[in-house]
């Protein structure tokens, strides 16, 4: 006789946060691995930073929405304030990172330490990208693109869209938001 076996564990959510000024091809890939873990992803965009973003939180939200659209196990929003209180009030179980290289390592355990300080039943899970990203991040993007360069195989379209739109709007000059 056989007999069926029904899930009722709750659902696992996961909350991806970091600046995302913009996402790259990188982070596209540390959410898709995610989603295998976890029933759904939240990325979550930090309202207040200190550096000078090229992209405003609401236009990073958007942007993010678009690369994503039509999968409704990601969900984009933003945060203020603590990580861990916001993991808390979404109900959430993980916060996810990426680590690309030793380099990431350090940063990245001391936030993951303070963060369980902080809120002990909250878990940092770290998940590599693929090797062909491990030199992305999101700072060199713009840098590369304000030089002129390429950036097509670094992020998704519509992020190159966006970038165009931008240096058409100010005419290649530097771009100020809050
Ligand atoms: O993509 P980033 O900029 O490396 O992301 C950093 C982020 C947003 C994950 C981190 O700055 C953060 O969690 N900020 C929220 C404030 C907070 O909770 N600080 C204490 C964490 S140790």
Redesign the pocket.
């Known amino acids: 006789m056989t007999s069926t076996v029904t899930d009722q564990r709750p659902l696992r959510t996961a909350i991806f ?4 000024d913009p996402i790259t091809n990188g982070h596209v890939d540390i959410i898709r691995r995610a989603l295998r873990l976890f029933d759904g992803i939240v990325v979550a965009v ?1 309202q207040n ?1 200190a ?1 000078q973003p090229h992209f405003t939180p609401e236009e990073r939200v958007e942007i993010i929405g678009e690369v994503f659209a039509g999968e409704p196990g990601v969900q984009v929003d933003t ?1 203020d ?4 209180d916001y993991v808390q009030r979404k109900q959430a179980t993980a916060i996810v ?1 990426g680590l690309r290289a030793i380099s990431d390592f350090e ?1 990245e355990m ?2 993951g330490h ?2 369980r300080r ?1 809120s002990p039943t909250v878990e940092t899970v770290f998940l590599m990208p693929d090797e062909a990203h491990t030199f992305l991040s ?1 700072r060199l993007v713009k840098e590369v693109f304000s030089l002129g360069g390429d950036v097509a195989a670094f992020v998704p379209p519509a992020v190159e869209r966006r970038l165009q739109q931008t240096r058409e709007a100010t005419g290649g000059g530097p771009r100020v938001v809050r």
């Not at 946060?17 to 995302?20: I, L, R, T």
């Not at 304030?81 to 861990?84: A, D, E, N, T, Y």
């Open positions: 946060p970091g600046s995302f930090l930073t550096k945060f304030g603590l990580l861990v990172r940063y001391q936030m303070m963060n902080l999101s």
